[in-house]
């Protein structure tokens, strides 16, 4: 998704219509540093801003996500390119996600382990040895249960029985399910069976296919 050239988009249309920054930002209750920032292509409007947007400068979201009017005997063929981009890019956050999340629980694990052999080298037993046991325990127990958050809230499971893919409605019962590793033993809401249902980072791998196989005739 190009920014520069979504920003430039957003600024020619606001043109057209004969409206300033100070303008269209008082129209969409937002700072005109906010509107400044899209047309520089420094960030995307946020997703309750867009359609407002696209009413003021009559559009609509596909053109203002491509950056461009869009012809409509090339519409379905852009909007084709776009759910793809959107659903790689998607893909791309939720596995930095995580990355993330996996290296938070080393370094959590790796500073546990140092600071209790540090403690009993230095301390020995005793009552703040143990204090220190506990404290780092307790970090250690909510860093994991917050990365089971992020775990279940990144990507989707896929049900191995009917391949529906779904977040599950329920954190707790998720975090203390079965799991392998990201695998979980899980009730899938479509077909309610259960199964190791799998991690997958994107709702529908079918979108590309789809698109390839059209594009194939």
Request: aromatic fraction near 10%; charged fraction near 30%; hydrophobic fraction near 40%.
């Amino acid at each position: 998704m190009d920014l520069i050239k979504i920003g430039e988009f957003i600024a020619n249309c606001r043109k057209k219509k004969k409206i300033t920054q100070e303008q269209l930002a008082e129209k969409l209750y937002i700072t005109d540093r906010a509107v400044s920032k899209w047309e520089r292509g420094l960030s995307l409007p946020d997703a309750d801003k867009m359609l407002d947007l696209c009413n003021i400068l009559d559009i609509n979201v596909n053109e203002l996500l491509n950056g461009e009017k869009i012809d409509m005997k090339d519409y379905k063929k852009k909007t084709d390119e776009l759910l793809v981009e959107l659903a790689n890019q998607e893909e791309l956050k939720n596995k930095k996600i995580i990355i993330d999340m996996y290296v938070l629980c080393f370094i959590s694990i790796v500073f546990y382990i140092g600071i209790t052999l540090l403690a009993a080298y230095t301390l020995g037993e005793g009552i703040l040895f143990g204090i220190i046991v506990a404290i780092s325990t307790i970090i250690l127990v909510l860093v994991a249960l917050y990365a089971f958050k992020l775990e279940i809230e990144t990507g989707y499971y896929e049900c191995k029985n009917c391949h529906h893919r779904y977040v599950p409605d329920s954190y707790w019962k998720t975090t203390f399910s079965p799991h392998l590793n990201t695998t979980r033993y899980l009730k899938c809401p479509k077909c309610n069976r259960r199964s190791w249902s799998k991690k997958v980072m994107k709702k529908n791998d079918k979108v590309e296919s789809g698109i390839v196989m059209r594009n194939m005739k």
